[in-house]
């Protein structure tokens, strides 16, 4: 794998995020004895400095590939960061505390980019499921919908749904006859003309009765 070293350099100090950061004992390659070093875990890689703050680290590890363990034969609270296959090798850490050898094994373990795979892949199938549930809970608990209202106009029935009209035809009896509609001339030439008849009959004969008599 090629790495541009200018641009790693670039990355180990920038404004990026830190995952995690503190001060581990590194067991040298050559050197079996444990030296301080100052390491920044970004992403999947890890850095580690001389001193906090130096602008440029003196080597970094990247996490693919390899195991975090346990080193119970090395010094307490020592743990191994392992790479198998050919020419492969181990980096040997130890903390300062229980406490921070275990999350620094927790964060190292989750570092790489096929855990961070293996992860979302589940993050996406539990996402689903649940999606999935909430369809079917949302099928069974829908409530059945009204038909739409409808104003009803009592007014507007049909011809075959009126209702006969009741008319007195004798006392104590009434016949049920359907409604029919009657013009204005109709009723006029049936009662209107009778009734004027009537009237100009009274005011001849009142006009009658009022004349003076007169006689010669």
């Known amino acids: 794998m090629k790495i541009n070293e200018k641009n790693m350099m670039a990355f180990a100090t920038s404004a990026t ?5 503190g001060w581990l004992n590194k067991r040298g390659e050559m050197n079996k004895g444990y030296q301080r070093r100052w390491f920044v875990l970004k992403g999947n890689i890890l850095f580690y400095f001389d001193r906090r703050g130096d602008k440029e680290p003196v080597g970094m590890i990247v996490l693919e590939g390899c195991t975090v363990e346990l080193a119970e034969d090395e010094e307490q609270f020592g743990f191994k960061i392992v790479f198998h296959g050919p020419n492969n090798r181990s980096y040997g850490l130890g903390a ?21 795979k ?3 892949a589940e993050l996406q199938r539990q ?15 829908e409530s059945p919908k009204p038909p739409p209202r409808t104003r009803h106009n009592p007014f507007n029935r049909p011809e075959s749904h009126q209702r006969s009209q009741s008319i007195r035809s004798a006392p104590g009896r009434t016949e049920n006859i359907p409604r029919t509609r009657v013009t204005f001339r109709e009723l006029h030439n049936a009662y209107g ?12 004969i009142k006009r009658s009765a009022e004349a003076p008599l007169i006689t010669f």
């Open 17 to 21: 995020p830190v995952d995690r950061e």
């Open 96 to 116: 300062d505390s229980q406490d921070s050898m275990e999350q620094w094994m927790k964060a190292l373990a989750c570092a790489s980019y096929d855990y961070m």
């Open 118 to 120: 293996l992860m979302v």
């Open 127 to 141: 996402l689903d499921a649940v999606e999935e549930d909430n369809s079917e809970l949302a099928e069974v608990t």
């Open 193 to 204: 003309r009778r009734i004027l008849a009537d009237i100009n009959q009274w005011k001849h």
